[in-house]
């Protein structure tokens, strides 16, 4: 079954602990991004990648960085995790070209304390 | 202002009702434009996408783009309480790279009512 999917689902940690959200795709997508959903804000873009080895920056990336040494994995790290990085997190994957379908993974819920 | 707009609801109709979903944009590059439903702990899926202006059908789901009011719409006819999600727009330039990029609505909270 094509998906994309991310571990933990849902986590709460502490202020200052750093923690990885994995993020993996069966897909062969080049393209994998990285969105928080916050209410009144919508999904707004942290960090994508076009490919292994070339990441940048979205709209929000500020306390998190990314990696991409292998093709299907994107994980999404925070390093210094702070109270305002509390938020509902969605991996996506695509294709290249004009047009191609996001899909979307099930979504990690991050609490910070 | 936001590059798009799209009223959050919350937007309850009951069973069979047409409902009818709307965004506005402000980005003239926009070229794809999706429509995404996501259900309560789910993650957002494609519904449809249109490229550039027009309309689209896909069974009692229909898409249309006014790029020169720089609008676009979502019509479900005959609703069923299973359409029951948050409902969002997405926009991008398209043809690959950061253009990739899509641009969300904040999205509307629908509810249909059996």
């Known amino acids: 079954e094509a998906q994309v999917t991310q571990n933990p689902r849902y986590l709460i940690t502490v202020t200052g602990k750093k923690l990885t959200v994995t993020c993996s795709q069966n897909?062969?997508?080049?393209?994998m991004s990285w969105y928080r959903q916050d209410p009144g804000l919508g999904l707004r873009q942290i960090y994508y990648?076009?490919?292994?080895?070339?990441?940048d920056k979205g709209d929000v990336p500020e306390g998190y960085k990314v990696s991409r040494k292998e093709k299907r994995n994107f994980p999404l790290i925070l390093e210094s995790p702070s109270p305002n990085q509390t938020s509902l997190y969605f991996c996506?994957?695509?294709?290249?070209?004009?047009?191609?379908?996001?899909?979307f993974g099930p979504g990690t819920r991050l609490t910070v304390l | 202002q936001k590059e798009v707009e799209q009223d959050p609801g919350p937007l309850s109709v009951p069973e069979g009702a047409i409902v009818s979903l709307n965004c506005t944009y402000s980005?003239?590059?926009?070229?794809?434009f999706m429509w995404y439903r996501q259900y309560s702990r789910k993650g957002p899926e494609l519904l449809m996408y249109?490229?550039?202006?027009g309309n689209k059908e896909d069974g009692r789901f229909t898409a249309q783009v006014d790029k020169s009011s720089k609008y676009i719409s979502l019509f479900i006819r005959d609703s069923q309480p299973s359409d029951s999600a948050t409902y969002l727009c997405?926009?991008?330039?398209?043809?690959?790279?950061?253009?990739?990029?899509?641009?969300f609505g904040t999205g509307t909270l629908l509810a249909v009512q059996p």
């Open positions: 249109t490229y550039s202006s």
């Open positions: 980005n003239s590059a926009f070229q794809y």
């Open positions: 990648s076009m490919n292994v080895e070339v990441t």
């Open positions: 996506a994957s695509s294709g290249l070209g004009a047009y191609n379908e996001q899909f």
């Open positions: 897909m062969n997508h080049e393209y």
């Open positions: 997405a926009m991008s330039a398209g043809y690959g790279g950061a253009t990739n990029k899509l641009i």
